[in-house]
């Protein structure tokens, strides 16, 4: 079983910006996700759309294998439209000029 956690304290958003996942006995790895505009900030973490690639990598991996399957397939396509919707956000940020800003 895998703990997940938030280490820090939510920012401006109202997000955390700092997990740690743990398995039994280690630290398996500490997520940094963006804090702030990147025109403000630069960049200081990784941002929800990297981290879906490269879950959608890794599912297309396994469905031109030998772990081809109806659920992956399924979760596949959510996790697709959903960076769909977050790239959909970033256009509409970018079109009101406040992409790379902490603007509401």
């Known amino acids: 079983m895998i703990d997940i956690r938030a280490i820090d304290t939510p920012g401006p958003g109202g997000a955390q910006h700092i997990y740690e996942l743990s398995g039994p006995s280690k630290l398996l790895i500490?997520?940094?996700?963006?804090?702030g505009g990147v025109l403000e900030e630069g960049v200081n973490g990784v941002t929800h759309e990297a981290l879906m690639a490269v879950?959608?990598?890794?599912?297309?991996?396994f469905q031109a294998g030998p772990f081809a399957c109806r659920e992956n397939a399924i979760a596949?396509?959510?996790?697709?439209?959903?960076?769909?919707?977050?790239n959909k956000r970033t256009r509409d940020r970018m079109?009101?000029?406040v992409e790379g800003k902490t603007v509401l």
């Not at 500490?30 to 804090?35: D, E, H, S, T, V």
């Not at 879950?55 to 991996?61: K, Y």
């Open 55 to 61: 879950i959608i990598h890794r599912l297309q991996a």
């Open 95 to 97: 079109a009101r000029g």
């Open 30 to 35: 500490r997520l940094n996700f963006q804090k």
């Open 76 to 86: 596949l396509t959510k996790l697709e439209e959903s960076l769909m919707w977050l």
